[in-house]
Structure formats: structure tokens, C-alpha cells
């Protein structure tokens, strides 16, 4: 037993005064190994796959569908704003305020379908039936508010229409 204290009692010393040196050894914590690898995860991955909110997600496919085409005219920009006025039951400035937003998130236009493609495919279930239409609704609008919609959008919205928009089935068995 005495044997076993004074391995132990070396060992915090050795420790101690590898610390006091300047020498860190908190890579040999297994538990702070997991929490900074969490945490490097979480923070270095695309913050839009963090988003959860419904309506914030649908802003970002909205924006996203009419940045497919290019950059957002002012034509667009204020009937994104108009749409969010009046769909999600914003204020003028909150819904500013999630164009902002959403717009700032798909800044890097090489990226941009990408991202919104795998959105909608991590999303798809968020949404119900009455959801889904209205969001395509809103794409729709947004993106016509610029002129004739490029193939991109015209397929982005088909994609979105065909994952999204599924009618329930009315019945006991349904």
C-alpha cells in the first residue's frame, strides 16, 4: 500500500511541475479530448445546417431559390419582405431582419445550391402539407419577382415541390 501511495504521490508531482514548466498535458484528459472535438464540430461546421426554426429555413430556401439565378434584385428583395410581412406575420423590421439574415447565411454563391439541396433534404419532415405549398408559394413569387426564372430555380422549385408537397391521404388506414 505504501508502495502504491508513493507511485501516486511521483506521479502528481511529475504532473504538477510539468505544469509549472509550461508543458500542457490536457490532451491526456479523455474528457476534455471529447468536449473539444464536440465543439470543433459545432462550430466549424456550416452554420446553416444548425438552423431549426421552420420559418428561418424557409427563409433560406426562399432567398436561396431566387440567388440561384443570380444576385437578389431590389424587385426581389422587397417582395421576399413583402412575403415574410404577410406569411410568417412579421413586423417590417423583423422581417428586414430575417432577409438580412438569410441572405448573409448563402453569401458564397458557388456554394449555394449545394447547401440548399442538402437543407431541403435534412428539412424535408419540418414541414407540413399547408407549410410546404405556402413556402413553394412564396419561392415562386420571389423568384418571378426578378423576370423569367432561370433552369436552375425552375428546378430548384420542381425539386422542392415534389419532396415537399405531398398531400395527406384522407381515410382510417391512411
Do not use: C
Not at 456550416?46 to 424557409?58: G, L, N, R, T
Not at 433552369?151 to 391521404?169: C, G, T, Y
Request: glycine residues 8%; charged residues 20%; without cysteine.
Amino acid at each position: 500500500m505504501h508502495v502504491l501511495i508513493g507511485i501516486l504521490g511521483g506521479l502528481v508531482t511529475i504532473l504538477y511541475l510539468l505544469d509549472r514548466l509550461g508543458i500542457d498535458i490536457g490532451w491526456l484528459n479523455p474528457f476534455h479530448m471529447y468536449r473539444r472535438r464536440a465543439f470543433a464540430k459545432k462550430h466549424g461546421a456550416d452554420p446553416i445546417f444548425s438552423i431549426e426554426d421552420p420559418v428561418h429555413v424557409a427563409s433560406l430556401l426562399i432567398i436561396g431559390a431566387a440567388k440561384l439565378g443570380g444576385e437578389l434584385t431590389a424587385e426581389q428583395k422587397r417582395v421576399a419582405q413583402e412575403q415574410f410581412e404577410s406569411s410568417f406575420s412579421l413586423s417590417s423590421n423583423d422581417a428586414s431582419g430575417l432577409f438580412g439574415s438569410a441572405a448573409h447565411l448563402l453569401a458564397a454563391p458557388q456554394l449555394v445550391e449545394d447547401q440548399l439541396n442538402k437543407l431541403a433534404d435534412k428539412n424535408s419532415s419540418r414541414f407540413s402539407y399547408e407549410q410546404a405549398t405556402s413556402m413553394i408559394g412564396m419561392m415562386t413569387a420571389v423568384v418571378e419577382a426578378g423576370g423569367e426564372p432561370s433552369d436552375a430555380q425552375s428546378r430548384f422549385i420542381e425539386k422542392m415541390r415534389s419532396s415537399l408537397v405531398q398531400p395527406q391521404n384522407e381515410g382510417t388506414w391512411a
